[in-house]
């Protein structure tokens, strides 16, 4: 199983982005899939979360500004992300939980200038 994002870049203070994550097998129909992110510096952090039932959930810090979504005909999830902040920069990473087990992409760079 492989999963692809894509959609990272640079973007100013305010703009927004559309990360996608395309999985290699037919797996987020069966499993949670989530958005975390890494900063500089910092330990890799859970942005956004759903669950097969549909059910959502945020970082406080990006509550309000980011939507997870995911498009059962394309198996793709996808992390639309709004009035984005400096804070926000970082590598952005897509995980699939099937079974207990995880898989993982290798990240997209989201860069937000001041």
């Known amino acids: 199983v492989q999963l692809v994002e894509s959609g990272g870049g640079l973007v100013q203070a305010g703009g927004s982005l559309k990360l996608s994550c395309v999985a290699s097998?037919?797996?987020?129909?069966?499993?949670?899939m989530a958005w975390y992110r890494k900063a500089p510096g910092q330990e890799r952090e859970l942005v956004a979360a759903q669950s097969t039932d549909g059910g959502t959930d945020y970082a406080d810090s990006v509550k309000g500004r980011f939507t997870i979504s995911f498009d059962s005909r394309k198996d793709t999830t996808s992390l639309q992300m709004n009035s984005l902040k400096p804070e926000d920069t970082g590598v952005y990473y897509c995980?699939?939980?099937?079974?207990?087990?995880?898989?993982w992409g290798r990240g997209t760079q989201v860069t937000v200038s001041s």
């Open positions: 097998g037919n797996i987020f129909s069966f499993g949670v």
């Open positions: 995980k699939a939980t099937v079974f207990g087990v995880d898989y």
